[in-house]
């Protein structure tokens, strides 16, 4: 299956009558952004809390010296991070530092998850770094009659943030295929197949790289047909789907 860095589709075995897709992480920038935000977030939330404490306790035995050795390995495992993320031999480095640690350096699909998450992480924690930094500045100085509570507040929103995109990755991730023959749409993660004899009209959708299929199911007798209502698709694919729904079977 040939894949770009938006949509993979291509002809199943040579055969025109299917085209086969898979959206993910490795092929959609937006899907691959959405995750690397979500979890790049959660994780930069729970060690801005961790690194916070280190400052403090650092501070409180050692005094400046304890904050800045701190805050020195804090700017050197970030650094570290972003170059072996930027790599072109981001795995054997990481072989390297995993050789004496009872865990396997991850490969392949697993590798570059991890980068993102990473990368992901530096950055957010950048970010709330800053915003936490600027909010002290704010309150300690008295600069704004609010305080630093809209710079913690923004920081804090993040969170919540992170986990809309998570969702709104996971949602937007589509592995499947197009029978033309057999008018139907198969999707996998999870399975199931659907029978464009029983719709009756679609709407498309594009946003960017997204292009979201609303389905609008016929019923016969009267009974509800189970069944999405909404698939995200390759932009070839939902122009197919559209035609075949508005062919005669």
């Known amino acids: 299956m040939e894949e770009d860095a938006v949509d993979g589709t291509a002809g199943s075995g040579g055969d025109d009558e299917t085209i086969q897709w898979r959206r993910d992480a490795s092929t959609s920038r937006t899907v691959r952004l959405l995750w690397a935000f979500g979890v790049g977030t959660f994780f930069a939330a729970i060690g801005t ?8 306790l650092a501070g409180e035995a050692a005094g400046g010296t304890g904050r800045t050795v701190v805050i020195a390995l804090i ?11 930027g790599s072109s031999r981001t795995e054997r480095h990481l072989e390297r530092l995993t050789r004496r640690l009872p865990i396997d350096a991850p490969s392949g699909v697993r590798l570059h998850r991890a980068m993102d998450a990473a990368v992901g992480t530096v950055v957010m924690g950048a970010v709330i770094g800053v915003l936490m930094g600027i909010g002290r500045y704010v309150s300690r100085n008295e600069l704004l009659s609010v305080g630093a509570g809209p710079f913690t507040g923004l920081a804090a929103l993040l969170v919540p943030g ?12 589509s592995v499947g ?14 399975e199931r197949a659907i029978d464009l004899t029983l719709i009756e009209r679609v709407s498309i959708r594009q946003f960017g790289d997204v292009t979201i299929l609303r ?3 016929a019923q ?19 122009r197919d789907v559209a035609a075949l729904v508005g062919a005669e079977p």
């Open 49 to 56: 809390v961790v690194c916070w404490r280190l400052y403090r």
């Open 75 to 85: 700017v050197s495992l970030a650094a570290t991070t972003l170059a072996i993320a």
């Open 162 to 173: 992170a986990l809309i995109a998570l969702v709104l990755a996971s949602f937007l991730q």
């Open 177 to 190: 295929a197009l029978d033309r023959e057999e008018r139907t749409i198969y999707l996998y993660e999870p």
């Open 215 to 217: 389905l609008s199911y």
């Open 220 to 238: 016969p007798d009267g009974q509800y047909v189970q069944g999405p209502r909404r698939i995200v698709v390759p932009p070839a694919v939902a």
